[in-house]
């Protein structure tokens, strides 16, 4: 594919690869290298780092228990998983299975806490939440992206299958699905032709994070090719793993996220909308890996992408778009730009500190806007991320947007609560 070597080449991507299937057919293609150190050649068939995208099979997994009557969506996870608790005791004995597959649950979302390699890992982590998950809201009330969350549905489906978290996805869907080329641990994945992860144009070390947040992301690989086997299953074409039921409430809108434009959640999902044609899917990142995964079931298109040291969303944006409007004529639409200026005044009130797991942010009230200081924390300041200082515009309401454009893309956050809160996927409280 002509276009996957020039975009990569562009922008400076170390090795990417991609699988398009498309009716009954599979399109792959690749490039470049997997580890700038060895030269190790990159093909359709090399295993990246899903990241994230892993949280829609571990959503599926749910789902087959809701298919089986093992689990009720709007009951308390300590129903199926007795071990469950946060700091607050009140939200320990009340936070729901839908709460945690929307990100609602209200508790700290980024904790990673590396428990250890065993299979004990999940259990530890539970109980390194019940010490640490502090509550910034009430379960079902405000939406935050929540890699904790998932990791204890993990283990929800550990304890209610038998298994470990990864012993449970081989058995439910890799199997079944065919996907032959996946790894969950870092001794399968040696197996495989498998990326590195590649940060400023380096090897990115450790490899591999926390088995404890397995569950949402932290360890999967995939060649592409298996991410297409698995989006096929939301092409009514998989019903003896999950029911059509359990499909439509996976990729049916369970809530409106802030911002401009507003993102849209279904159990796992994320929801898109390409001129009116339904649209889901999910994105992941790791350290120094990226994938980025779409379902269009108007077309019966599935389109994945991973690449590695990918830093810039132009890549990945250029690639889908394009690939999408070959195959369906659709367009996606393209990040929000800042308007044309003047601009207002930043409001005082939203002035302030807020944090979260992963960094903190200094808002400064300027003539024309709103100055931003990012200081990373935890796991992101690990990884080698770098403190800055940037400008914001007003976008709309109380969204902003970056003046300038970091990494082929201006970067969103919304005020939400009147200044209670920052919004940028997370929310970090005003402190």
Request: hydrophobic share 40%; glycine share 12%; net charge negative.
């Amino acid at each position: 594919m002509e276009r996957l070597h020039e975009l990569a080449a562009r922008y400076d991507v170390p090795g990417a690869a991609v699988a398009i299937g498309h009716g009954d057919e599979l399109i792959e293609a690749a490039t470049g290298v997997l580890n700038l150190e060895t030269g190790v050649e990159a093909t359709p068939e090399s295993v990246f780092q899903i990241g994230s995208v892993t949280k829609v099979w571990t959503a599926a997994l749910v789902m087959q228990l809701v298919d089986e009557g093992l689990v009720v969506l709007d009951e308390p996870v300590r129903r199926y998983l007795p071990a469950f608790a946060v700091v607050d005791a009140e939200a320990s004995e009340s936070v729901t299975v839908r709460q945690l597959l929307t990100h609602t649950g209200g508790f700290d979302g980024d904790l990673f806490e590396d428990t250890g390699r065993g299979d004990e890992a999940l259990d530890r982590y539970l109980a390194y939440l019940g010490d640490n998950a502090t509550q910034f809201a009430p379960p079902g009330e405000l939406y935050s992206y929540s890699n904790s969350g998932f990791a204890v549905l993990g283990a929800l489906v550990a304890r209610l299958r038998g298994g470990t978290y990864e012993s449970v996805l081989r058995d439910r869907l890799i199997e079944p699905l065919g996907a032959r080329h996946m790894a969950l641990l870092a001794e399968e994945a040696i197996l495989f032709r498998a990326a590195a992860g590649h940060v400023r144009g380096e090897v990115a070390r450790p490899w591999q994070m926390p088995r404890s947040l397995a569950a949402a992301g932290a360890t999967a690989c995939a060649a592409p090719r298996d991410l297409v086997r698995f989006g096929r299953l939301f092409l009514n074409e998989g019903e003896r793993l999950l029911s059509p039921g359990a499909v439509a409430a996976m990729t049916s809108q369970q809530l409106a996220l802030p911002g401009v434009p507003a993102g849209r959640r279904g159990l796992g999902f994320e929801l898109f909308a390409w001129d009116g044609q339904a649209a889901y899917g999910h994105d992941g990142d790791t350290i120094g890996q990226a994938t980025v995964w779409r379902v269009v079931p108007s077309h019966r298109l599935v389109v994945a992408i991973s690449a590695t040291g990918a830093g810039s969303a132009g890549f990945f944006d250029e690639l889908l778009a394009g690939i999408v409007h070959d195959l369906t004529g659709l367009t996606v639409p393209g990040r929000p730009v800042p308007p044309a200026g003047p601009h207002e005044p930043g409001p005082a009130r939203f002035a302030g500190r807020y944090e979260f797991p992963l960094g903190s942010y200094e808002i400064v009230a300027t003539g024309d806007g709103l100055e931003v200081t990012a200081t990373p924390r935890g796991l992101a300041a690990e990884a080698g991320e770098s403190r800055t200082t940037r400008r914001y515009v007003l976008l709309s309401g109380t969204t902003y947007i970056s003046a300038e454009p970091f990494q082929d893309r201006h970067d969103t956050f919304t005020i939400v609560g009147d200044g209670q809160y920052f919004y940028g996927g997370r929310l970090a409280r005003r402190v």
